[in-house]
């Protein structure tokens, strides 16, 4: 007997748009962590007399200079300082070596946190509800420029 080849019978296009849309869901999230990675290295922080205003990712915004509790900042070294500890991430992003969005501290404060070395953070609270934490490179000096702005 001779063989006979039979085909399937065509279905829908439900798997093609399946994976169509898989595809671009995949490209939207390796977009979103390139993003972040790039945020993470290119965040800043300008200190002027019209307040604090944080630049180059999704959380940046402009607290106004009467909105910081300036002579409660602080330097932390969060291995050591534990109740400034980020606890509960509760709208961010949490990547090995970076942490920026809203965060719950170990002691119920809720922070809106840039971190990226845990022993370089400045602390600032504010007058809003909330706090601030910043790996700066230089902690101190950031620090200073926060006390300067006071003095106006």
């Known amino acids: 007997m001779k063989s006979q080849v039979f085909t399937i019978v ?11 849309g898989l595809t671009m869901f995949l490209l939207v999230l390796v977009g979103l962590f390139a993003w972040l990675a790039y945020s993470s290295r290119n965040m800043r922080f300008e200190v002027s007399a019209e307040g604090l ?13 009467a909105s910081l509790k300036i002579d ?11 109740e400034y500890q980020m606890r509960w991430r509760t709208n961010g992003a949490g990547l090995p070596g970076y942490a920026a969005g809203w965060f719950k501290l170990r ?10 070395d845990q022993t370089k953070v400045v ?18 000096s950031f620090k200073s420029a926060l006390a300067e ?4």
Request: charged share 15%.
């Open 10 to 20: 065509a279905g829908n296009n439900g798997p093609f748009w399946m994976l169509a």
């Open 149 to 152: 702005i006071a003095r106006r």
């Open 53 to 65: 205003r944080i630049a180059g990712g999704m959380y940046g915004r402009m607290i106004p200079a």
């Open 107 to 116: 002691n119920g404060e809720k922070s809106l946190c840039f971190v990226t």
């Open 72 to 82: 409660q900042t602080r330097v932390l070294h969060l291995c050591c300082d534990r």
């Open 123 to 140: 602390y600032v609270p504010t007058t809003e509800g909330y706090s601030v934490m910043m790996s700066v490179a230089y902690p101190e």
